[in-house]
Nanobody, 126 residues
Framework: VQLQASGGGLVQAGGSLRLSCAAS????????MGWFRRPPGKEREFVAA????????YYADSVKGRFTISGDNAKNMVYLLLNSLKPEDTAVYYC????????????????????WGQGTLVTVSS
């Protein structure tokens, strides 16, 4: 599975961005698609995920209500819409794929995601 993230950039606080993740390869290897981020000098953290089985979405508390994850499985695309951006949202954002079939939920642990994109930088200025 190969993942290619794009859409990052510089935006003012309160602005919006849409990140895209193009996936290729074995579809059964990406039962859950997630977005993680690594802020400067901090650990990687879970942002959002979508379980293709049913389409349920999950968010970190810090982004709930501001970010929206969506996807088009037929087009092998996953998106993350970032609204009402804050300076603390500044980070490198990564899309990732979890091959495990997870019933009724997703993993928020990066180690459960076997495939990762290269990351796209989001910088939010105050």
């Amino acid at each position: 599975v190969q993942l290619q993230a794009s859409g990052g950039g510089l935006v003012q606080a309160g602005g919006s961005l849409r990140l895209s993740c193009a996936a290729s390869g074995r579809t059964f290897s990406r039962n859950v698609m997630g977005w993680f981020r690594r802020p400067p000098g901090k650990e990687r953290e879970f942002v959002a995920a979508i379980n293709w089985s049913g389409g349920a979405t999950y968010y970190a508390d810090s982004v709930k209500g501001r970010f929206t994850i969506s996807g088009d499985n037929a087009k092998n695309m996953v998106y993350l819409l970032l609204n009402s951006l804050k300076p603390e949202d500044t980070a490198v954002y990564y899309c990732a794929a979890d091959p495990t079939i997870r019933v009724g939920g997703v993993s928020r642990r990066g180690r459960d995601y076997n495939y990762w994109g290269q990351g796209t930088l989001v910088t939010v200025s105050s």
